[in-house]
């Protein structure tokens, strides 16, 4: 049972145009939302996060923004450079049986020149 | 540098064998996770230790063990090996292992079976 989904596995993208990344999650006890990022043959670096009683977080060239009604977020990534190529984690956390961090199977972002 | 040391980085062994993988969390965290990425798949998490005490438990199969010790490092022990147990083994710690904190997140382990 996916609890986090990320439904796109790839995206490209042209350099200096916006990237948008999509996450889904069905647990309604998911309180506290995540974006990692990867890079091959490294572990998940943390982006941002954004907890359940906003609805946009915003750091520098990365915004992430929730919409709790549909269970969805997404990340913003303005303007998209080639280093932001990279795997993209959505990742969630909340209270009781959902206190795990949960994450989605990721989003290969590639930024293309 | 996360902080997050894991040990050894890549580890080949054969089939029926056991493995301990090691994860030191960044200084001050009490909490620790592991989780396994096999090939093109999304990070899969296995089991969370707080403070010595396990805190939550995903699916993790029961040829499978952790613990954290006393000084808050822990292991992922790892017996009667699979081909289909290759995969990057990775530790993340936070600071209370509650919600509303970040995990950082090791380079892993990648682990061969052959």
């Known amino acids: 049972d996916q609890q986090v989904k990320q439904n796109s596995p790839s995206l490209s993208v042209q350099e200096g145009r916006i990237s948008i990344l999509n996450c889904d999650y069905t647990?309604?006890?998911?309180?506290?939302f995540l974006w990692y990022k990867k890079y091959p043959a490294e572990g998940p670096t943390f982006l941002i996060s954004?907890?359940?009683?906003?609805d946009k977080n915003e750091d520098g060239r990365f915004t992430v923004f929730l919409n709790k009604s549909a269970k969805h977020l997404s990340l913003h990534i303005v303007p998209s450079q080639p280093g932001d190529s990279a795997v993209y984690f959505c990742?969630?956390?909340?209270?009781?049986?959902?206190?795990?961090?949960?994450f989605g199977t990721g989003t290969r972002l590639q930024v293309t020149l | 540098d996360s902080g997050v040391t894991q040990t050894p980085k890549h580890l080949i062994t054969a089939t029926g064998q056991r493995v301990t993988l090691r994860c030191s969390p960044r200084?001050?965290?009490?909490?620790v996770y592991w989780y396994q990425q096999s090939l093109d798949q999304g990070l899969q998490f296995l089991i969370q230790?707080?403070?010595?005490?396990?805190?939550a438990k995903g699916n993790i199969l029961e040829r499978f063990s952790a613990q954290q010790f006393p000084d808050l490092h822990s292991e992922l022990n790892l017996s009667s090996l699979e081909l289909g147990d290759s995969a990057l083994y990775f530790c993340?710690?936070?600071?209370?292992?509650?919600?509303?904190?970040?995990?950082?997140f090791g380079q892993g382990t990648r682990l061969t079976v052959v």
């Open positions: 993340a710690s936070s600071v209370d292992g509650g919600v509303n904190t970040e995990a950082f």
């Open positions: 647990n309604s006890m998911f309180d506290y």
């Open positions: 954004i907890s359940s009683i906003k």
């Open positions: 990742a969630a956390s909340g209270t009781g049986t959902a206190s795990k961090l949960t």
């Open positions: 200084s001050g965290d009490l909490s």
């Open positions: 230790y707080y403070n010595g005490e396990e805190r």
